[in-house]
């Protein structure tokens, strides 16, 4: 798990970087690889791992959303992630600007550190 939160913590730095670099396509990218290992981290701690991105969205719902431990707005932010991170990547005539940058960086944050109280919680109880 720890190694899944280390890559997440560097990928938000690096998306961090990014922004102030005005490299608004490539930050976004990173914010949502930072959200990604977060949900490695949390599919590891009960002893699942997602072989696709798709499939940690899928598992991270199954697993994390429906039993009530993640609140529904967390699938959310970790949808609309991943959908700016393909726009961003995949998408030749899609923008990526500044304000978009700035909230997936924000929701990023959010997302690892939601991730790490759950995380700090769940090792104190096993």
Do not use: P
């Not at 280390?6 to 998306?15: D, F, G, I, Q, V």
């Not at 990218?29 to 699942?48: D, I, K, N, P, T």
């Not at 929701?107 to 790490?116: D, N, P, R, S």
């Amino acid at each position: 798990m720890q190694g899944y939160l280390t890559r997440a913590k560097e990928k938000l730095k690096s998306a961090k970087d990014l922004f102030k670099a005005r490299d608004w396509s490539d930050c976004v990218s990173r914010a949502y690889y930072c959200a990604f290992h977060s949900v490695q981290a949390l599919l590891l701690s009960e002893g699942l791992q997602a072989t696709s991105h798709q499939g940690a969205l899928n598992l991270f719902g199954m697993y994390f959303v429906k039993s009530g431990k993640f609140d529904k707005r967390f699938a959310k932010i970790l949808k609309n992630l991943k959908d700016d991170r393909e726009n961003g990547d995949y998408e030749v005539f899609s923008v990526i600007d500044q304000e978009t940058a700035e909230e997936t960086l924000k929701e990023a944050e959010e997302f690892l550190k939601a991730v790490q109280q759950y995380l700090e919680k769940y090792l104190k109880n096993k």
